[in-house]
């Protein structure tokens, strides 16, 4: 079964939590590493890899980053 990771990584992340993400994403690695291609098992490990990458980008990207990347500017959706 995959690992659901909250969103509340979006708040610093310790030092803890980042070692339990990096591990998470070894074991998800290893589990798509080792199933065939285009099998359920190597679909559903890699899209828990990708879920474990962006929780740990999430937590590691200042928020004045974020907030600004969604904020319509002039020429790109403001009115």
Same mark, same amino acid.
């Given at each position: 079964?995959?690992? &659901?990771? =909250? =969103? %509340?990584?979006?708040? /610093? !992340?310790? #030092?803890?939590? &980042?070692?339990?993400? !990096?591990?998470?994403?070894?074991?998800?690695? &290893?589990? &798509? #590493?080792?199933?065939?291609?285009?099998?359920? %098992?190597?679909?559903?490990?890699?899209?828990?890899?990708?879920?474990?990458?962006?929780?740990?980008?999430?937590?590691? /990207?200042?928020?004045?980053?974020?907030?600004?990347?969604?904020?319509?500017?002039? %020429?790109?959706?403001?009115?």
């Amino acid at each position: 079964m995959a690992a &659901r990771f =909250s =969103s %509340g990584w979006e708040s /610093e !992340m310790t #030092d803890q939590a &980042r070692v339990g993400l !990096m591990s998470q994403h070894v074991a998800a690695r &290893r589990r &798509r #590493d080792a199933a065939p291609l285009d099998s359920a %098992g190597y679909r559903e490990a890699s899209e828990e890899v990708a879920r474990i990458e962006i929780a740990i980008a999430a937590a590691e /990207e200042p928020t004045s980053v974020i907030s600004a990347a969604a904020t319509p500017t002039e %020429g790109h959706g403001a009115r």
